[in-house]
């Protein structure tokens, strides 16, 4: 263990763990939001990068891997960290009972602290994005809006555009829904080009929205 394999596996847990956060989370077009987001997601990674390193020791100082040469244990211990961090790498005997060993408790508590907070301004941002395209489109044009984002996504297969063009289709025509409600629920759409977070009736922004 060197500093070159030390940084070897931070760069490339940092990397993953960035890119876990960047396919995990809306990334708002809102410059404050967005730096906000960045901040926090940079901050897991480097905290990932760093906690690689114990992973990385552990491994060269206890098992075989330390054999088979420090480019090849920075690399096992950097693509691997994400699953080798939720294994128990050994038990204590205190009183005669076992505790196991590990980043596993450590690991999940931050990552649901940072993804917490991510969370947070992705969801704020999601709405004030979603606030500017119902007071600036009519509902004619969210729909136009949000057929354009099911046809150009090319992430979705031929099933999912059809869910999707679907699921505009019953928010448009639901009867109990107000115009602005089946507004918003496209805006929202529209912003996040993902229906399960927007459902037919989004009634829990009835307090937030004001159109």
Not at 13 to 20: D, N, V
């Amino acid at each position: 263990m060197n500093g070159i394999s030390c940084g070897l596996t931070a760069g490339i847990s940092l990397f993953l763990s960035y890119l876990e956060v960047d396919k995990s989370f809306f990334v708002p077009k809102l410059r404050r939001r967005r730096v906000k987001m960045q901040v926090f997601a940079w901050f897991f990674a480097a905290v990932n990068g760093i906690f690689s390193i114990g992973v990385l020791y552990f491994l060269t100082t206890f098992t075989e891997v330390g054999e088979w040469g420090a480019v090849l244990a920075a690399l096992i211990a950097g693509l691997g960290y994400a699953s080798l961090a939720r294994q128990k790498f050994t038990t204590l005997k205190i009183n005669e009972q076992e505790f196991p060993v590990g980043f596993e408790m450590l690991y999940d508590h931050f990552q649901r602290a940072m993804y917490r907070r991510i969370n947070v301004e992705a969801k704020r941002a999601r709405r004030v994005e979603a606030r500017a395209l119902v007071k600036n489109n009519t509902l004619a044009e969210l729909v136009q809006e949000a057929i354009y984002t099911i046809e150009t996504d090319y992430m979705y297969s031929e099933e999912q555009k059809r869910e999707c063009r679907s699921w505009v289709a019953d928010t448009v025509d639901l009867a109990e829904a107000a115009d602005w409600q089946k507004c918003f629920a496209l805006a929202l759409f529209v912003v996040s080009g993902d229906k399960s977070e927007v459902g037919i009736l989004p009634a829990q922004y009835r307090s937030d929205v004001a159109v």
